[in-house]
């Protein structure tokens, strides 16, 4: 009767895991090795950029913080624009800033009533005289005859300090005589102009 064959040895297997081991140390070691060395590569691709990124419909989108010098700025509340400035001055003494109205202008185109007196020796000639007043543009409220004493020329008279003086001194032109303010013999006498032709009136033509 043969005897059992002994048992091998486990060698080989011991060996084999033992490998096995080595081999999966050594890749953990290269998988440790690449986390570290790559992590820093990682993070800096996945750093964001700054700039603006525009989307896929056109419409810009802006980093929070940042401001686009090509967009209108807006200011808040509504504009106003200042009004313009006007001054308005009262008048020197005058209470309240109420206005005066000033006097009208002294001109030829006043033209007051018209007396005319007879202090010639020709008859009518202050009617004569009268039509000349008229013709020439002013209206005649008067005539008769002046008899208080001589007068030595053609005169018109006008009360001082009124609108007749220029009135006056429009009328002696067109009549061709003096021109003077009142004396005290006619100075009470109806206001307006007073004409006191002499025989010496000419009137307009030159012809009495």
Known sequence: MSSPEPARPAHPARAAGLALIGVAAVA?????????TGGDDDQQGAQPSATSSTDPGGSDTQTPGTTDP??????TGSPTTPPAATTTAAPTGVPGGATTTPPPPVSPTTKPPVRVYNNSTIQNLAARASDDVRKVGWE?????????????????????????EASAQA???ALRAEVKPRFDGIEGAHPGIIVIVTND????????
Do not use: C, H, M, W
């Open 201 to 208: 009136y000419q009137g307009p033509s030159g012809k009495i």
């Open 140 to 164: 005649v409220a008067e005539t008769g005859n002046y008899s208080q004493g001589q007068i030595p020329t053609t005169t018109v008279y006008f009360r001082p300090g009124t609108d007749e």
């Open 70 to 75: 090509t967009a209108p700025q807006t200011t």
């Open 28 to 36: 953990l070691v290269i998988g440790v090795a690449s986390l570290f």
């Open 171 to 173: 009328l002696a032109r």
